[in-house]
């Protein structure tokens, strides 16, 4: 019988790592890609995508949002209700114009982030997220080693779910759908 009863309080059926009150709460200070100062509170009210990376990528940011443009139109008419902040860790070259540039070209629902370094490194300890510039290579330029995930927060601001760029599609359209629909996951 107590097992019966355990099973009856069972939490929402996610397939993404739930992290529900084993993360802060979104809480920043930032500038968007048009140049304004923005804190968290501006975007609530719609499900949060938090992912840190930068323009130069050459490899796992570009495809990282790409996977979740397909994820965006897959969720229809529900991803409205969402949004992706794509939060640069190389602030001296993203500049909000280069970041603005970048992310509109994957999907409407894509903001750009930046700010100071102070900034940058005191959001990435909050969510446990790492980051550091290479050494520079011929040219000047360099790549900046960053770690993948995407935090999902609810349309409060709580951070609810962790997916990474190798979790399908289909388990990001599930548990976003959860999130993002009428009487959904709370």
């Not at 499900?47 to 490899?59: A, N, W």
């Not at 370094?117 to 011929?138: Q, V």
Request: charged residues 20%.
């Amino acid at each position: 019988m107590v097992f019966a009863a355990c099973q009856s309080q069972q939490a929402a059926p996610w397939l993404l790592t739930d992290i529900s009150g084993h993360m802060p709460d979104l809480t920043f200070r930032l500038t968007n890609d048009q140049g304004k100062s923005v804190t968290a509170p501006d975007y609530q009210g719609k499900v949060t995508l938090l992912y840190f990376g930068y323009t130069h990528c050459p490899d796992v940011c570009p495809l990282t949002l790409a996977h979740l443009h397909v994820v965006m139109q897959r969720l229809g008419k529900l991803a409205d209700g969402a949004q992706i902040l794509f939060v640069s860790v190389d602030p001296a070259r993203d500049t909000p114009e280069a970041l603005h540039a970048y992310v509109t070209a994957f999907d409407p629902h894509v903001v750009g982030l930046t700010g100071s370094p102070a900034d940058i490194e005191a959001l990435t300890k909050r969510y446990r997220a790492a980051f550091s510039r290479e050494p520079d290579k011929a040219g000047g330029s360099y790549d900046v080693s960053h770690s993948s995930g995407i935090y999902i927060f609810d349309a409060h601001g709580k951070a609810r779910l962790l997916a990474t760029p190798t979790d399908s599609q289909d388990k990001l359209v599930h548990d976003l759908h959860l999130l993002l629909s009428p009487g959904g996951a709370t």
